[in-house]
Every structure is written in structure tokens, then in C-alpha cells.
């Protein structure tokens, strides 16, 4: 059975500094991984997504994701925080083992000081 | 439509009554996804569709909860007796196919009174 563990609820950063929120996932097969971002009162928006081919993949707003499968981590970063990107992150991991259902990590929480 | 068109953006209702939650995806998309997200928490798998057929129901909280696709297109989330315990926001989200990313609507808000 496939799963995703967020290593940290709440993290957080000063403004211009570098962001790392984890996630580690388990999955018999090869998956699909996703990292959301939501804002407060907003819905999920889709940051990037791993689908088997770079490693290394870029999303929005400057955030990029590294699919390590001897790790089975697919760990977000950012070189320099800004203060719109307070919010809450979402790990999500899909495969055809599990139907297509999407797994959503428990969430990480973003703060950042200015 | 240009996107996931979730009706109504907010719903209050009384203890007992019964709800129907509506989600129109994106056009062309043939997966079809119900989470909830409780105040604080996660959020929780209810249900999927592909095509109109529902393949896991194994999310859906008790009986009565039930959901349904129509046409490939619109998905219905009904509650039955709703109890206090349903407030939450109801998201849905649709992907041109399995496995492949999902965009998700605004949500509905549910408050049982």
C-alpha cells in the first residue's frame, strides 16, 4: 500500500532564507508525486509533479522537488522564502497500484518572518 | 469551464437534514476525486470516479454518504441526517486521467447547526 509522511507539521523560516519541507513516501511501484500548496481560505493549487521522468523537477513560484527513490523522498525546497509563500503544503502520491487514488500527506505548515 | 466549479460555495443546514453537493470538473477529464478537510486536519479520501463508475468507495464515512457521476461529467455528493460531524469543506477535483495531476475546486463549505 502506498503512503506519505510529511517529517514536519509546522516550519518555519525568515524571509530571503531557504525552505525545506520533507516528505517521504512508500509505494510498491512506481509513483506519481505531487506537492500542493494552500493558501488560508483557498483551495489546493498544484505546485509540480513527478511522473517518472527529471529527477529534478521545477514548479511554481521558484519551488523545485528531488525524487531520491533510494531515499523515497520527494522533499520540496526553495532557495529564498518569501512572505506570500506562508501557507500549508500538501504531499500527494498516486499509482496505479492503489487505482489512482491520490494519498495526501498529513500537511506542513509554513510560516514566514519577515 | 475553465476549471473545477464546486456548487454551493457555502451551505449551512440543520441537524437531519439532507445535503447534495455538486462538482462540475474540467471538460475532458474522466477522473473524478471527493475529500474532506476538516478544521486544522488533512484531508480525508471519500471517494473516486473514473468515468462514471466508482471503483473505491472505501473513504465514504458511513452509508450515508453516497455519491454519484452522470454522464462522465457532473458527480453529486449527497448526505443524508446530516450530523454535526459532517461540518467540514468538501473539495473536489478532476484529472484528465489516472495518476496524472488533479485540479481542485474551491470547495464547499458545510455547517450543520
Known amino acids: 500500500a502506498q503512503s506519505v509522511t510529511q517529517l514536519d507539521s509546522h516550519v518555519s523560516v525568515s524571509e530571503g532564507t531557504p525552505v525545506l519541507l520533507r516528505c517521504n513516501y512508500s509505494?510498491?511501484?512506481?509513483?506519481?508525486l505531487f506537492w500542493y500548496v494552500q493558501h488560508p481560505n483557498k483551495g489546493l493549487q498544484l505546485l509540480l509533479k513527478?511522473?517518472?521522468?527529471?529527477?529534478l523537477v521545477k514548479g511554481i513560484n521558484g519551488f523545485e522537488a528531488e525524487f531520491k527513490k533510494s531515499e523515497t523522498s520527494f522533499h520540496l525546497t526553495k532557495p529564498s522564502a518569501h512572505m506570500s509563500d506562508a501557507a500549508e503544503y500538501f504531499c500527494?502520491?498516486?499509482?496505479?497500484?492503489?487505482?489512482?487514488?491520490?494519498?495526501f500527506g498529513q500537511g506542513t505548515e509554513l510560516s514566514v518572518k519577515p | 469551464g475553465a476549471g473545477v466549479s464546486q456548487s454551493p460555495s457555502n451551505k449551512v443546514t440543520e441537524k437531519g437534514k439532507d445535503v447534495e453537493l455538486r462538482c462540475d470538473p474540467i471538460?475532458?477529464?474522466?477522473?473524478l476525486y471527493w475529500y474532506r478537510q476538516s478544521l486544522g486536519q488533512g484531508l480525508e479520501f471519500l471517494i473516486y470516479?473514473?468515468?462514471?463508475?466508482?471503483?473505491?468507495k472505501s473513504g465514504l464515512p458511513s452509508d450515508r454518504f453516497s455519491a454519484e457521476r452522470t454522464g462522465g461529467s457532473v458527480s453529486t455528493l449527497t448526505i443524508q441526517r446530516t450530523q454535526q460531524e459532517d461540518s467540514a469543506v468538501y473539495l473536489c477535483?478532476?484529472?484528465?486521467?489516472?495518476?496524472?495531476?488533479?485540479?481542485f475546486g474551491q470547495g464547499t463549505r458545510l455547517t450543520v447547526v
Open positions: 477535483a478532476s484529472s484528465l486521467e489516472l495518476n496524472t495531476e488533479a485540479f
Open positions: 509505494s510498491s511501484y512506481s509513483p506519481s
Open positions: 513527478y511522473t517518472s521522468a527529471a529527477t
Open positions: 500527494v502520491v498516486s499509482g496505479y497500484n492503489q487505482g489512482g487514488k491520490l494519498i
Open positions: 471538460s475532458g477529464h474522466t477522473a
Open positions: 470516479f473514473q468515468g462514471n463508475s466508482a471503483p473505491d
